[in-house]
C-alpha cells in the first residue's frame, strides 16, 4: 500500500471498537481552537476596519486593509504547502496562531498609547498575512491527520459550522465591545481568545512527516500539489467551482447598493442582508453533522452551485426586501453544501505525503475568488450597472456549472464513501513518524 495512503487518523479504541468523534481528544482540541480563533478573527477585522475609517474618514483605507492581506497571504501559501509536507505540521499551525495572537496584542498597545497610525496598521495586518499563507495548509493537513477517514464529511461539517458560528458572532461581538470597552480593551480580548486558541493547538500531538522523494529538486517539490491537482480532474472541478462561482455569481461587494439605491432598506437592512447567507450557511452545516453530503457528493456539489447561481439571479431582480433576503439566505444554504462537498472532496483525494501542498493550490482559488471577485463585483456594477451584473453573473455561474459537469464527468459521478487519491507513483516507501525528513 502507499504510504501516502494509509490512514490519517485513528479510528478505533483500544478495544478495536469504532471510535466517535466526541470521543477524540485532539478533536475536542480542534473545536476549542476553531470556535475561539473565529470569533477572534472576525471581531478583529470590525475593529481594525472600524479603526481605520476613524483615523483615516478615507474609504480607500478599508479596500487597503484587504489587499495588504491578501498579497502576502497568496505570494506565500504554496511555499506553506510545501514546508507543511516537510515539517510538523502542528508546529506550524501553533507558530503562525502565535504571531497572529502577538498581532493582536501589539494593536492593543499601540491603540492603549494613542501611537497607531494607518501604517502601523497595515504593518501588523501584513503579518497576519504572512501567518496566513503557512497556516491556512498545514491547518488543513493536520485537521486531516486529527479526523478519521471515515468521519472526513462529519468532522468537516462540525468544524466548519463552528467556524460560520463564530464569524456570525465575533463582528457583532467586536462592534458591541468597542463601544462597552474601547478598542484597546478590545484588542486585547481578542489576543485573549487568540491565545486560547493557540493552547489548544498546543495540546495536539505531533504527527507522522510523509517522507520526501530523495533528491527531489526544490522547484519540482514545491509544485507537486499543482500537478497532483492538475491531474486529478475532480480537484480541478471542484476547486473551479468555486472560484467562478464566487468571482461571477458573487454580490455580497455590492450589498451597500442594493440596501441603499434599490431596497431602501439603511444600514440596518444592510445589517441583515450581510447576515442571512451566514444564518444559511450555518442551518446547512448543522443539519449536515447529523447527515453528512457524502452520497452522490458530486451530482450535489453541481446542483448547489447551480442553486447558488439561481439565487444570485433572484436577488438581482428583486425589489422586495423579503425576496432578497429569502435569495440570500438559499445562497447562504447552497454555498455551505458545496463548502462542505468541496472540502471533503479535498480531504479524501488528496494523499497524505502532499496534502500540504494540494491544500495550498486550494487556497490560492478560494483567495483569488474571493479577493478578484469583490474587485470584479465592482468593475461589472460600474461598466454594466448594479442590477445587470449580479443578473449576468449567476447566469455566467450556471454557464460554469454546465461545462463542468460536461468536461468533468468523474466529478459528476463522484461518490465520497468510495473515493480514494489517484495512485502517487513518486510517494517513498516509509513515513518517518515525528521526524523532520530534512534534519
Partial sequence: MDPSDAPDADT???AGAPRRLRDLREFRALLGARSTNALAVSALATVVAFQTYEITRD?????????VEAIPALSLVLFGGHLADRRDRRTIVVVTSGIV???????????ATGLLTLLGILAVIF?????SGFERPALTALEAQVVP?????????ILSSVSQGGAILGPAIGGIAIVVVGIPATYAGIALLLAISTACLATIARKPIPAPIEGQPVLQALLGGV???????????????????????GAIALLPIFATDILHVGPAGLGVLRTAPSVGALLVMLVATRRPPSRHA??????????FGLSMIVFGASTIFALSLAALFFAGVTDGVSMIIRNTILRVLS????????????????????ELGAFESGLAARLFGTVPSVIGGGILTLAVVGVTAWLVPSLRALDIDRAKPEPDPGAPSTIVPGVDPAS
Fill in 12 to 14: 478505533t479504541s483500544a
Fill in 59 to 67: 474609504p480607500l483605507a478599508l479596500g487597503w486593509l484587504g489587499l
Fill in 101 to 111: 495572537t502577538l498581532t493582536a496584542a501589539v494593536l492593543a498597545a499601540l491603540s
Fill in 127 to 131: 503579518a497576519t498575512g504572512v501567518a
Fill in 149 to 157: 477517514r471515515g468521519e472526513a464529511a462529519r468532522g468537516i461539517s
Fill in 227 to 249: 500537478r497532483y491537482v492538475a491531474r486529478t480532474p475532480a480537484l480541478v472541478g471542484s476547486m473551479a467551482l468555486d472560484l467562478f462561482a464566487v468571482f461571477f455569481g
Fill in 298 to 307: 458530486g451530482r450535489t456539489l453541481l446542483l448547489c452551485v447551480a442553486g
Fill in 351 to 370: 494523499p497524505e505525503r502532499i496534502r500540504g501542498r494540494v491544500a495550498s493550490v486550494n487556497w490560492v482559488f478560494i483567495g483569488a475568488s474571493n
